[in-house]
Structures are given as C-alpha cells and as structure tokens.
C-alpha cells in the first residue's frame, strides 16, 4: 500500500478518504461495553494460573536471575 502525504491532497480529496473510511467503519458490529469488558474478565480469570505477570516466574526458568552476587573486597 503506497504511503500518502495528507498534506499533498486537495480538500476534496480529503474529504473523500473521511468519507469512505466513515463508510467502512459503519459496517462494523458493534458491542455494549459491559458485554466486552465480561467477556474479557473471564478469558482472564481462566487463564490467570498460566499467566506468568501475575504468578510470576519460577527460580529455575527465570532468564534474568543473578547469577552471583557482587562481592567488593
């Protein structure tokens, strides 16, 4: 897809590319809120034991565990 400079384009066509995004947009289903943020809180709660930012990371597979500690004589 080329790369359009908005700058470059007349008003008009400006106005075009509103209009046709406008009627893409307008195709597209729609949901309550409070349906969506449902349906993501449980997709969450069933995942919550394999999800490592809340049980975190075990000692053995952690990547970023010390190694040593820093001795200064």
Avoid: H
């Amino acid at each position: 897809m080329p790369v359009i400079n908005v700058d470059d384009l007349t008003d008009k066509d400006k106005a075009l590319m509103e209009v046709n995004q406008l009627k893409l947009e307008v195709k597209l289903e729609r949901w309550l809120t409070s349906k969506c943020c449902e349906e993501m809180k449980e997709y969450i709660q069933e995942r919550v034991e394999e999800d490592t930012l809340v049980k975190g990371i075990s000692e053995e597979k952690n990547p970023f565990k010390e190694k040593g500690g820093c001795v200064i004589c």
